[in-house]
Nanobody, 122 residues
Framework: VQLQASGGGLVQAGGSLRLSCVAS????????MAWYRQAPGKEREFVAA????????YYANPAKGRFIISGDKSTNTVWLQMNNLKPEDTAIYYC????????????????WGQGTLVTVSS
């Protein structure tokens, strides 16, 4: 099982980026997916998650109104559209998956991607 994250980069404050996470080696629809991030010197934190079974999405407060998580089961891909980026959004963004929703939102999922760096300049 692998998760391959991409799409990070350098962007000015107020700009947008779209992160992608492609999953392989698993039944996509049986695994809930999430994005986490870790800023320099800080602990990893939850950003957003998608729960396939009920078709719901969930966001941490800093992401609400600015980020959108979505996915396509046919391509095993989950995206994180990030708008109106702020310098405090600078972090390595990780995608993760698990068949146990509780583990996904608790940051204890069984599989993590390698991360993609997002840098927002002021």
């Amino acid at each position: 099982v692998q998760l391959q994250a991409s799409g990070g980069g350098l962007v000015q404050a107020g700009g947008s980026l779209r992160l992608s996470c492609v999953a392989s080696g698993l039944v996509f629809s049986e695994n809930d997916m999430a994005w986490y991030r870790q800023a320099p010197g800080k602990e990893r934190e939850f950003v957003a998650a998608i729960r396939w079974g009920v078709g719901h999405t969930y966001y941490a407060n800093p992401a609400k109104g600015r980020f959108i998580i979505s996915g396509d089961k046919s391509t095993n891909t989950v995206w994180l559209q990030m708008n109106n980026l702020k310098p405090e959004d600078t972090a390595i963004y990780y995608c993760t998956k698990d068949s146990d929703w509780g583990k996904v939102v608790a940051g204890k999922a069984d599989t993590w991607g390698q991360g993609t760096l997002v840098t927002v300049s002021s």
